[in-house]
């Protein structure tokens, strides 16, 4: 667990998260600046959002490019207005042409997050960029956030059967299975408390 520090509780290039909770930080729970994993774990409580994935090619020498992929995961409750997205921020300040960066999102729930921009994610690419910026979704919740956009801003590909609860600022949720609100006709996605529901983390139940 890492918790209740005061800044970002967790900044990496490289990362393979499994089974944690990243809860209280005072900043961004998790920066991951090149790629990642986090698998069946929860992001709660940080204050600065819950994950922040940066595409910076070149940085500090390094020619990479950046991909997150988060699974069985929920990230809950984490932002405030000061933030700029309150569940993840997927930004990219330069790439080339043909690049690109992906963050992947599957068996996920993204619920309660607060930001300036998104409450739930914002997909950011700057002027700098020439590459393509996109976040995949496969049956993944993203609904009851707060912000200018409330649930996704950006580009994305469905994979099939998500639950978006405002699907106002995102293109790209056409696939199989997909269920689609809109800001006069929210989604409601039917989630308990984040709680000890019996797994390694704490979770969002799915009601009847």
């Known amino acids: 667990m890492i918790t209740s520090n005061r800044g970002d509780g967790l900044i990496v290039d490289e990362v393979n998260i499994v089974s944690s909770t990243i809860s209280g930080n005072t900043g961004v729970g998790v920066v991951v600046n090149k790629q990642g994993t986090i698998t069946n774990s929860t992001i709660d409580n940080n204050t600065g959002g819950g994950i922040k994935a940066n595409n910076e090619r070149g940085d500090l020498g390094v020619d990479a490019l950046p991909s997150l992929a988060v699974s069985h995961s929920t990230i809950a409750e984490n932002g405030s207005t000061a933030a700029i997205a309150g569940g993840i921020l997927l930004s990219e300040s330069y790439s080339y042409a043909g690049d690109t960066n992906l963050l992947n999102l599957t068996n996920t729930t993204i619920s309660g997050n607060t930001g300036s921009a998104a409450g739930g994610i914002l997909i950011d690419r700057n002027n700098n960029s020439n590459g393509e910026l996109i976040a ?22 469905s994979l099939g059967y998500n639950l978006i609860g405002v699907l106002d600022g995102a293109t790209g949720f056409t696939a199989t299975g997909d269920l689609l609100g809109t800001a006069s006709n929210p989604l409601n996605p039917k989630l308990g408390a984040l709680k000890d529901n019996g797994g390694p983390t704490a979770t969002q139940q799915l009601l009847p």
């Not at 995949?136 to 996704?152: L, M, Q």
């Open 136 to 157: 995949e979704f496969e049956n993944t919740i993203v609904a009851r956030n707060t912000g200018s956009v409330a649930d996704v801003s950006g580009n994305t590909q």
